[in-house]
């Protein structure tokens, strides 16, 4: 449903350089919007690798990506800010005082700043060709937690990194595993498929899903040879559709920010050529610039105390201790 929304500042990008500039414009003293086309917060993290383990994140000499994106959650709710989830920011106006962001199914923000985290751009699932009816019902493009689908029968359709690692991911957890792929080789790293080779997942290729059925929720799979005659209908309660992600700047390239190749152009202070609007994270481009989660977070800190004075005029750039906050 379609909201109208004043905040101090409007963040467009719920990945992790968007979840910790959530925080600490809170702890800022700021109120806070988040814009994300995704329906889960967590940006590519979530979308891609959630279980896989990351290793440069700063004191966590491993950590999930699930369990790093469910800590910068439970961070950035101290701000108690208000997300906008899958709503892609389309429009972006500049006024005197202000920033006005629309979505694409109609909610406005009006902010006094905004930071824009997108990353590589408005990021959307690649739809699985049949059964999209079933959203919410059966079929999904995420697995937050895996303990959602114990017990099911599942069936990940894809063959890039992402499927084979949540297949395998999945299999101590669910009451089968079958892998669907349209070619009979898979795109994921080497030392996955063979994980995959040894597991108890099923592998069906070259094959495709054909059709979903189930009243009101998904209960079987049919699939079907790619080049054959063969069909089969597998039991199936939870279908993951592991088939990538389109990543668009179409909207920002719109509204007249400065970019270098496909990434935004920001100064010391990580402000655009945009009167309010700055960026930070990967969507960023400067000399010396490093795509690094932990730069990330760096720059978005960065960002809002250098937005910090156009949200109240009593705030200073330099935000003091956070101890001394206690």
Known sequence: MAQQIEVDLA??????????????????????????????????????????DIFDIAGLPAV???????????????????????????????????????????????????????????????????????????????????????????????????????ALALEPYAASITLVHRRPQFRAHEHSVAQLERSSVRIRTPYEVSAVTGDPTLTSVTISEVRGEGREELPAQAVVAALGFIADLSAMERWGLQMRRRYIEVDRSMQTNLPRVFAAGDITDYEGKVRLISVGFGEAASAVNNLAPLVNPALGTVPGHSSDSV
């Open 11 to 52: 963040v467009i990008g719920a990945g992790p350089a968007g979840l910790y500039a959530t925080y600490y414009a809170g702890f800022r003293g700021m109120s806070v919007a988040v814009v994300d086309s995704l329906p889960e917060p967590g940006g590519q993290i979530a979308a891609l690798y959630p279980e896989k």
């Open 64 to 166: 999930k990506g699930q369990q790093l994106v469910d800590a910068l959650l439970t961070q950035a709710a101290t701000a108690k800010p208000t997300f906008l989830l899958g709503e892609s920011a389309v429009d972006l106006t500049t006024g005197e005082d202000h920033v006005l962001v629309g979505t694409d199914v109609g909610s406005q923000v009006r902010a006094k700043a905004v930071l824009l985290t997108a990353g590589i751009g408005t990021f959307t699932p690649r739809e699985l060709p049949v059964g999209t009816e079933y959203l919410g019902r059966g079929l999904r493009y995420f697995v937050p937690r895996l303990e959602e689908l114990a017990g099911q029968d599942v069936v990940v359709v894809g063959g890039g990194d992402s499927a084979v690692d949540w």
